[in-house]
């Protein structure tokens, strides 16, 4: 029998993919979001794929706003943007 391989979707082009091809973004149990590319930190996730258009368009309808239900720091944002750039 062959192993199930777990699938995620990514919350700009709502496509599913296997999760280890997304980059996870977690909120963590203190209230801290963070870039997580191990995929193994405990708290609430969501995932990208690593399409720039999907970075703008989660941004534009803050989706990853209402995915934590709290406000993004600016800052979040700068930096996944320069992980994408360097992608």
């Known amino acids: 029998m062959q192993k199930k391989i ?10 599913m993919f296997e999760k280890k091809q997304l980059l996870r973004i977690v909120k963590t149990p203190e209230g801290d979001i963070i870039i997580d590319p191990t995929g193994k930190k ?5 995932y990208i794929c690593s399409k720039k258009e999907c970075l703008n368009t989660s941004l534009k309808s803050k989706r990853l706003e209402k995915a934590f ?8 944002y700068n930096t996944l943007e320069e992980y994408f750039n360097e992608r």
């Open 6 to 15: 777990p699938q995620r979707m990514c919350i700009g082009c709502q496509t």
């Open 42 to 46: 405990s708290g609430r996730g969501a």
């Open 69 to 76: 239900k709290s406000k993004i720091p600016e800052d979040l």
